[in-house]
Nanobody, 115 residues
Framework: QVQLVESGGGWVQAGGSLRLSCQAS????????MGWYRQAPGKQRELVAG???????DYADSVKGRFTISRGNRKNTVYLQMNTLKPEDTAVYYC?????????WGQGTQVTVSS
């Protein structure tokens, strides 16, 4: 059974940092693409950052240079380091595992950035 459990969200002032973690289980972690998405109130869910085979990373333009995605294969965990946070980064952040035929989601973790 595939499970994704996020942690690390919270409240922070603008300019601050947070690190999100996503603990994965139930599949071969190192062989699959993982991603972080976010959804703000009244907006569609959007890709923030992704990491795939060979540790190739992709970022939304709005977070390039501020956010870093990484993975710890021994711990089956994917991380999102978020620096220089802005109020517009406020959203629920979701971990995603792309297993080809099926995509799985975590329950989400709230990130709130105050100005």
């Amino acid at each position: 059974q595939v499970q994704l459990v996020e942690s690390g969200g919270g409240w922070v002032q603008a300019g601050g940092s947070l690190r999100l973690s996503c603990q994965a289980s139930g599949f071969i972690f190192r062989m699959n693409a993982m991603g972080w998405y976010r959804q703000a109130p009244g907006k569609q869910r959007e890709l923030v950052a992704g990491i795939r085979s060979g540790d190739i990373t992709d970022y939304a333009d709005s977070v390039k240079g501020r956010f870093t995605i990484s993975r710890g294969n021994r711990k089956n965990t994917v991380y999102l380091q978020m620096n220089t946070l802005k109020p517009e980064d406020t959203a629920v952040y979701y971990c995603n595992a792309d297993l080809g035929a099926t995509s799985y989601w975590g329950q989400g973790t709230q990130v709130t950035v105050s100005s």
